[in-house]
């Protein structure tokens, strides 16, 4: 039970392998989330871009022959939120290699809130706030409820041909009301934003700690206090470059590959990772619709089960999403994804659906 526990977690708070949908143009471009363990994010999906964002802004003119820029953010608020509600079905909450033979499918509740503050918003810098609470029921598998806290800040500056961008974030997650893990993040970036393209290069550094199953803090001593960490626990790094197709009127075609070194405080659970992806936006008049494919190849250090050599892994995911707006900040969506896992050692793919609806509001202020 507890690997399947850390598996749902990893799943259902998104600390894992393929990262979020990239923001858009407007935004800073902040690297992928981290892949600290042992599954892809499946869904719940990335949110659609808030309605309270300002749409891609035009290029600025040329600042030197033959260079054209995009702005690093167009007339965007000086506080926005989202308020989220959903629910959907998980064919193989535990990620069990056969989930005929086990109860690991549920339906899955969550809610989610997310708040932002930009003191810092012009055509050549960019600083954004956010705090982000969340929590996802699971009635077929009450002891796996989940609970999550975010804090975070990213920044973003335009020169005359790049643009820089950082971020840094901390987590804390909680199972069953205890607290199960946390990260803190930070990474760097640097843009070649044009006006129809744009190509992305991206470091990031996570510390990843996952509590002993025996030694999980209770509640809101959780927040602040963390249990021993467990062999899954460790620091990763990772690289990426991407490239964006800017297709006219908020549509992108988004095509990337990340590499990277997750270091484990032991042997099996450390790897080397490679994972492309291709992600698509479109912007129909009203309508969020997102849809994206990853592979990641992965390569442990050491033997599971003596005898039977290092695991080799594939993961691959495929997700889709549409949002309507129903006026006033207001979208209802629906979101599907399938997810596998291949390996060696056979006891840990899997194979997964989930599906889904969603309701949510955006809403924005200036001072």
Known sequence: ??????????????????????????????????????????????PPPSSAEAPPSAPVGQRRAGVRVARVSATAPTWDGRLRLG??????????SDPDTTQAATAVYNGE???????????TDFVKAT????????????????????????????????????????ARYWL????????????????????????????????IHFDLA????????????????????GTLGAVAWRHWWQLGGGNRLEGAVRAG?????????????????????LRPDGWQIEARGTIEARTYDGERTHGDGNENAVLATLTASA??????????GGYTGLSARDSNYTDRDYQRWQAGARLTWTFSAEE
Do not use: C
């Open 323 to 332: 949002d309507r707006r129903l006026g006033h900040g207001l979208w209802l």
């Open 214 to 233: 025996s030694d999980r803090p209770a509640g809101a001593e959780g927040v602040i206090g963390l249990g021993d960490a467990d062999d899954r626990s």
């Open 1 to 46: 039970m507890n690997r399947t526990t850390t598996l749902l977690l990893l799943a259902s708070l998104g600390i894992a392998a393929e990262g979020a949908l990239p923001p858009a143009v407007d935004e800073v471009p902040m690297p992928p989330p981290p892949a600290p363990a042992e599954t892809p994010l499946p869904l719940p999906l990335p």
């Open 113 to 123: 809130g997310q708040f932002g503050w930009r003191p810092v918003a012009d055509d």
């Open 131 to 170: 705090a982000t609470i969340g929590y996802d029921r699971r009635p077929q598998l009450a002891d796996l409820d989940s609970g999550k806290l975010a804090l975070g800040v990213s920044g973003a500056h335009q020169g005359e041909t790049l643009t820089t961008g950082a971020s840094l974030s901390t």
């Open 87 to 96: 629910a959907g079905w998980d064919s193989n909450a535990l990620l069990d």
């Open 261 to 281: 070194r997750f270091f484990a405080n032991s042997d099996p659970e450390t790897y080397s990772l490679v994972q492309p992806w291709l992600a698509l936006r």
């Open 176 to 207: 069953d009301g205890d607290g199960a893990a946390a990260e803190l993040r930070g990474g760097g970036s640097l843009a070649w934003l044009r006006a129809t393209s744009a190509d992305l290069l991206a470091a990031e550094l996570a510390l």
